[in-house]
T-cell receptor
Framework: DTGVSQNPRHKITKRGQNVTFRCDPI?????LYWYRQTLGQGPEFLTY????????KSRLLSDRFSAERPKGSFSTLEIQRTEQGDSAMYLC?????????FGPGTRLTVT | AQTVTQSQPEMSVQEAETVTLSCTYD???????LFWYKQPPSRQMILVIR??????QNATENRFSVNFQKAAKSFSLKISDSQLGDAAMYFC???????????FGAGTILRVKS
């Protein structure tokens, strides 16, 4: 399978805990994006990497969120001190030009 | 800031019939892309069709076609010969040339009746 993969697919955590998600993009894609999607809504942009450089961050990305893409390959998104409002689907996408290809997402539930 | 509006929260179509999903957007840019993505229940987002703003010809992919009206900033999706597998949430999305993100509409749920 050469598509975008994300792990884990589901994560249940207690409020206040830290969580980390991983995204493996399509191998030749140099651009990687993170989005957040709540139930019944369209995805909202969180952050964007070109190779290993994080070039843009949304105001949605509070100080508790951090993303990395070491060596320009896979990426991680960490949420510290999770809150119930962080419950959502976290989507990763990659691209070379124009259209973005999405992974299956990580569904986070904060209890 | 660019915005994308999908005014139909939900649509229904009979199997084998044709349905059109509406999308309007707001931008001051001249070079951009528009996309329709499909998200089946509990499954990942799939690209359905893309349109470059500089192209006057409407994009077509098998049973899927768009009606792109640049001056009106309208980008509708027509699904012909609807199939049960077309049932999903459909998102219209905008991408600016040299931009860094997709801007999505709120989505339209498409139900297909047998």
């Amino acid at each position: 399978d050469t598509g975008v993969s994300q792990n884990p697919r589901h994560k249940i955590t207690k409020r206040g805990q830290n969580v980390t998600f991983r995204c493996d993009p399509i191998s030749e894609h140099n651009r990687l994006y993170w989005y957040r999607q709540t139930l019944g809504q369209g995805p909202e942009f969180l952050t964007y990497f070109q190779n290993e450089a994080q070039l843009e961050k949304s105001r949605l990305l509070s100080d508790r969120f951090s993303a990395e893409r070491p060596k320009g390959s896979f990426s991680t998104l960490e949420i510290q001190r999770t809150e119930q409002g962080d419950s959502a689907m976290y989507l990763c996408a990659s691209s070379l030009f124009g259209e973005q290809y999405f992974g299956p997402g990580t569904r986070l539930t904060v209890t | 800031a660019q915005t994308v509006t999908q005014s139909q929260p939900e649509m229904s179509v009979q199997e084998a019939e044709t349905v059109t999903l509406s999308c309007t957007y707001d931008t001051s840019e001249s070079d951009y892309y528009l996309f329709w993505y499909k998200q089946p229940p509990s499954r990942q987002m799939i690209l359905v069709i893309r349109q470059e703003a500089y192209k006057q010809q409407n994009a077509t992919e098998n049973r899927f076609s768009v009606n792109f009206q640049k001056a009106a900033k309208s980008f509708s999706l027509k699904i012909s010969d609807s199939q049960l597998g077309d049932a999903a949430m459909y998102f219209c999305a905008y991408y600016m040339e040299y931009g860094n993100k997709l801007v999505f509409g709120a989505g339209t749920i498409l139900r297909v009746k047998s």
